[in-house]
């Protein structure tokens, strides 16, 4: 997922730098982002909920509730914040981008638990935008700031941590080298002795750390294999002159 994460955060900054260079990001053009996202996103996330909700009801009539079973064996080690549930909170939760933080995800379908994260990141890096890059009024720039930070408050301190990582990938933009060839060739090796160490170490238990140092690791990757993007550096500068 780490790798998700990072090409995520390089391909949507992608677009919306490429909007700052042309001058068509602003509160306008952050409508015309939010619309392309929720198309892209809520239908099939709607559809998912619903066939979750359905597929839970069946092996909960068969089988029980097995997530509870679970936290009744492990005698209340195991969190049910971490598991699933099928009710009508969680369904909204989820479908709010609220799970495992607020609610648990829904229905047994624990992939959701990365949608989560997904979505807020598709939120609070247009905002930091639009604070940063857009031409906006002082007050529009305060408004925006502060959505960010009660966004970030409400989503509490690991969804918030894994953001840097979605970071990281946007980062990519703003570097201009190109690496010589020999290095080029020497990353894959590098990152297969990465995946090996992060698979197998036993003495680093900051599973944080780990995904931080797989994320620098496809950070590197991608920086070798793509070619020099100057859409962000651009940017910057004709929104700071």
């Not at 982002?33 to 839970?56: C, H, K, M, N, Q």
Request: hydrophobic share 55%; proline share 4%; aromatic share 18%.
């Amino acid at each position: 997922m780490v790798v998700f994460f990072v090409l995520s955060g390089y391909l949507v900054s992608m677009s919306l730098f490429r909007q700052i260079e042309q001058s068509q990001f602003s509160q306008s053009g952050l409508i015309r982002y939010s619309v392309d996202r929720l198309v892209r996103i809520y239908p099939p996330l709607f559809l998912a909920l619903v066939f979750s909700g359905f597929t839970a009801y069946l092996i909960g009539s068969i089988l029980g509730d097995p997530w509870q079973a679970i936290a009744d064996i492990s005698h209340g080690h195991f969190s049910l914040i971490s598991a699933s549930s099928s009710d009508w909170v969680t369904f909204l939760g989820n479908l709010f981008a609220m799970q495992t933080v607020h609610v648990s995800v829904y229905g047994n379908n624990l992939p959701l638990w990365s949608l989560a994260y997904e979505i807020w990141y598709y939120i609070w890096f247009p905002l930091i935008c639009l604070v940063f890059y857009s031409q906006i009024s002082i007050l529009s720039r305060v408004i925006y700031a502060s959505t960010l930070v009660a966004t970030v408050i409400l989503m509490g301190p690991k969804v918030t941590a894994y953001f840097l990582i979605w970071m990281i990938g946007v980062c990519i933009h703003f570097l201009k080298i190109t690496p010589h060839r020999f290095f080029k060739w020497l990353t894959w090796p590098c990152l297969i002795a990465i995946l090996s160490f992060v698979r197998v170490q036993s003495f680093i238990d900051n599973v944080f750390l780990l995904d931080l140092i797989l994320a620098f690791s496809i950070f590197w990757l991608l920086i070798s294999y793509r070619e020099p993007s100057i859409e962000s550096s651009r940017a910057f500068t004709s929104t700071n002159r």
